[in-house]
């Protein structure tokens, strides 16, 4: 995982947390900030910053010095995470960028559903 940084401890903490409406695997329309109107796979979540990774975008270069064996030095890219909020599910069945709406199945397990047709997004 490396190094961990931007950490705050104490201060600014969030009483609620939202549930999150990503998941892993989702595809993602990028409704604000650099990659503005970009489409990706949601790598990995991170609940507790409300970020997300996603496939090959707000790519940062990092140049990284070679030192030792295994330090190659070079540029590595990596994505950056993004705010959720600025992330919108795009509906595998319509292909629209939707809000995410939530429904109980049959069996009692909730399910994501989307907004604009209907289809439920868990399966
Ligand atoms: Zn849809």
Redesign the pocket.
């Known amino acids: 995982m490396g190094a961990k940084t931007g950490i705050k401890a104490g201060s600014g903490e969030r009483p609620a947390r939202v549930p999150s409406r990503l998941k892993k695997g989702d595809t993602v329309l990028v409704i604000a900030g650099r990659e503005k109107g970009k489409t990706g796979k949601v790598l990995r979540m991170i609940p507790e910053k409300n970020r997300a990774t996603v496939e090959r975008l707000n790519i940062v270069k990092r140049h990284r010095r070679g030192s030792g064996p295994q330090q190659v030095g070079g540029i590595v890219e990596k994505e950056s995470p993004i705010d959720v909020s600025n992330l919108m599910l795009v ?6 960028p ?1 809000r995410v709406g939530a429904k109980r199945l049959d069996d009692g397990a909730r399910a994501r559903t ?6 439920i997004i868990d399966r």
Do not use: F
């Not at 509906?91 to 629209?96: D, I, L, P, V, Y």
């Open positions: 509906c595998h069945r319509c292909n629209k939707t989307c907004r604009r047709c209907g289809e």
